[in-house]
């Protein structure tokens, strides 16, 4: 079964602090995601990765930052952890080719991030 | 741009019954893939089916099956003889066929409450 692990289930930081979010896959997927999930929203891309050292902004990479130095750990990095950072993160992995799971992305179960 | 809509924020069915969730986008591709995901109270999302666009047969997985209609763009799930596990919040994704990255676009998302 592919496992992919975030760091903290729940955290709670304070405005200003630097916040790091960690991701683990398994699975040795070439690609991996954050996104941010709000009430209302759905699921928002912030960064994804489809190569060690590579990335490309999604849709609300402001604020954020990545880190990708190994394959398998994709790192979401708030350098200024502001109240309206307060959200779910979720971590995500694929495979780029792989027959038996098409274009599945596998995901983790979430931080809930509280920014005070 | 491509975007996904799900107007239904909440839905109620009784056990046992069926119930469909609607979801419909907008996109100039002509190919590309389509996913109902299912998050269930406090854990993780997973997928729950996918549909090939240039697949004219409507994709099945057990008690769930979808209605994919191209030329209207609508992509709905139904969930036959629900079961008390089936509450979760659903979302309907979209992602283009071409290129590697596998980036999904998300809805906003269903509540689905299945009642004993």
């Known amino acids: 079964d592919v496992k992919v692990t975030q760091s903290s289930r729940y955290l709670v930081k304070r405005t200003g602090e630097k916040v790091f979010l960690e991701c683990v896959q398994d699975m040795d997927h070439e690609n991996m995601f954050w996104y941010r999930q709000d009430p209302g929203l759905g699921l928002r891309l912030i960064y994804f990765s489809y190569d060690v050292k590579m990335k490309e902004k999604g849709d609300i990479p402001e604020g954020y930052s990545v880190s990708r130095e190994k394959k398998e750990r994709f790192s979401l990095i708030l350098e200024s952890a502001s109240t309206n950072q307060t959200s779910m993160y979720l971590c995500?992995?694929?495979?780029?080719?792989?027959?038996?799971?098409?274009?599945?992305?596998?995901f983790g179960p979430g931080t809930r991030l509280t920014v005070l | 741009a491509q975007t996904v809509t799900q107007s239904q924020p909440e839905m109620s069915v009784q056990e046992a019954e069926t119930v469909t969730l609607s979801c419909t986008y907008d996109?100039?591709?002509?190919?590309?893939?389509l996913f109902w995901y299912k998050q269930p109270p406090s854990r993780q999302m997973i997928l729950v089916i996918r549909?090939?666009?240039?697949?004219?047969q409507n994709a099945t997985e057990n008690r769930f099956s979808v209605n994919f209609q191209k030329a209207a763009k609508s992509f709905s799930l139904k969930i036959s003889d629900s079961q008390l596990g089936d509450t979760a919040m659903y979302f309907c994704a979209f992602m283009k066929h071409a290129g590697a990255t596998n980036k999904l676009i998300f809805g906003t998302g269903t509540l689905l409450a299945v009642q004993p």
């Open positions: 549909q090939e666009a240039y697949k004219q």
């Open positions: 996109t100039s591709e002509s190919n590309y893939y």
């Open positions: 995500a992995s694929s495979p780029t080719r792989d027959s038996r799971a098409p274009n599945e992305q596998f």
